[in-house]
């Protein structure tokens, strides 16, 4: 009993004293914060020790994606009654060099890359050169072959520009299958319109000329992981087509297609490359993509005759770099630029 009465006393006074020391303690960093003492921060430890500042920069998306056109989802397609030509279509879109490439299954009429490498998710990506006009405005008179073109027609442009390969027939299942599925994608683009995100982003012209220099560092840490220094891409194993398309060389598009354009280039880059970018989240300056575009396409690919574009040759883009043109700019401007004073030129005719 005694000694039980002991023990609660001490226990009582050591409780005692440890509060009395938590109050003392209490006070004295209540009075050195209030004295102005500066007492060590917590994260100083950390500060000291900085990890490199990672450096996140503000993506902002390229134009209001709530204004942007977006595709039918796919499942919708497999409802229609003609769902099997459909998706050859969509599969020839998407895997071209499987039918029609050099080691084609169907035919061997072009260079081994896919519509799709363009025309990304086989032509429903927003600013991925999708189709999403094509139902909507062909067929139309196009300045380039200064006549009415349908959307055959202007198919086998790719064909024979961008795959650099031969027209497919008109009549061939293959072509009929094409021509359905790219009617599906923008069969609800009301006649005569032209949805925003449709085709190609419009880079900015800059006041300079696009610089192949600068451009060639840009490719070295930005693209030639993929695409290969040497532009030839990766070829896969059974060389039937490729993983990562070429840019340059004889399997590439030729110096009539649109990709050819600087602004073409620019503006697909812009929106879409490396892989991984979008619209929403572009990764590369407006100066990074038009430098691009004039290292890329300084380097070797196939020629093609163009003696029969552009008849009314007033009618060329400012972009298009080969004369003879109305303006006076030589075909290094209209190559390279500035542009701009291309443009002021046209918009002011004498
Ligand atoms: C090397 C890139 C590339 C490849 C490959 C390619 N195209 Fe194109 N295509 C383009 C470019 C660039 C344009 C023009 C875009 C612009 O001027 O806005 C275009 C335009 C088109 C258009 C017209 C779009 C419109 O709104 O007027 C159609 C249709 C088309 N391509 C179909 C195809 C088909 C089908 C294939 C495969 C056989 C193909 N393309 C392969 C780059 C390519
Ligand atoms: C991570 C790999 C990767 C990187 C990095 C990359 N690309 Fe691509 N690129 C691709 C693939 C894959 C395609 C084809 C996309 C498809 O078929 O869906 C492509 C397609 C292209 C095309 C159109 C097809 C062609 O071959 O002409 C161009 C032009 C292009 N890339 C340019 C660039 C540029 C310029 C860079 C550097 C800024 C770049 N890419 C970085 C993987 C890459």
Redesign the pocket.
């Known amino acids: 009993m005694r000694q039980q009465f002991v023990k609660l006393i001490s226990l009582v006074v050591a409780l005692l004293g440890l509060s009395t020391a938590l109050v003392l303690a209490l006070g004295f960093v209540f009075f050195l914060s209030f004295s102005g003492v500066q007492l060590p921060s917590l994260t100083e430890g950390l500060q000291a020790n900085p990890v490199e500042a990672v450096e996140i920069p503000v993506v902002k998306a390229l134009i209001d994606p709530a204004s942007v056109w977006k595709a039918s989802d796919w499942s919708v397609m497999d409802k229609e009654p003609n769902a099997d030509e459909l998706n050859y279509g969509k599969e020839l879109v998407a895997n071209t060099a499987e039918y029609l490439g050099p080691k084609g299954k169907v035919k061997a009429i072009s260079n081994g890359?896919?519509c799709?490498?363009?025309h990304?998710q086989a032509g429903t990506a927003p600013f991925g050169n999708n189709y999403s006009a094509v139902a909507a405005t062909y067929p139309k008179f196009r300045a380039r072959s200064g006549t009415e073109e349908d959307i055959q027609k202007r198919i086998n442009d790719c064909f024979e520009r961008s795959l650099n390969g031969k027209p497919l027939a008109k009549d061939s299942k293959e072509m009929k299958a094409m021509v359905a599925y790219i009617n599906w994608v923008g069969k609800e683009v009301p006649k005569g319109e032209v949805p925003i995100g449709s085709g190609l982003y419009e880079v900015p012209l800059l006041d300079r000329a696009a610089d192949p220099i600068k451009g060639k560092l840009?490719?070295g840490k930005?693209?030639a992981?993929?695409?290969q220094a040497d532009g030839r891409?990766v070829s896969k194993p059974d060389g039937s087509g490729y993983v990562?398309?070429?840019?340059w060389g004889e399997n590439?598009?030729n110096h009539g297609a649109g990709?050819y354009r600087l602004s073409r280039?620019a503006g697909?880059?812009k929106a879409n490359?490396?892989?991984g970018a979008t619209f929403k989240q572009p990764i590369?300056s407006d100066e990074e993509s038009w430098d691009?575009a004039a290292y890329?396409n300084s380097m070797e690919r196939p020629a093609k005759d163009l003696s029969k574009d552009w008849p009314d040759i007033s009618k060329k883009p400012i972009d298009h770099p080969f004369g003879p043109f109305t303006d006076g700019f030589t075909e290094e401007q209209h190559k390279f630029g500035p542009f701009k004073p291309i443009k002021a030129a046209k918009a002011t005719p004498n």
Do not use: E, K, T
Not at 244 to 247: D, E, I, K, R, T
């Open positions: 890359m896919n799709q490498n363009c990304l840009v490719y930005q693209c992981s993929c695409h891409g990562y398309p070429p840019l590439s598009y990709l280039f697909y880059v490359m490396p892989l590369l691009l890329v």
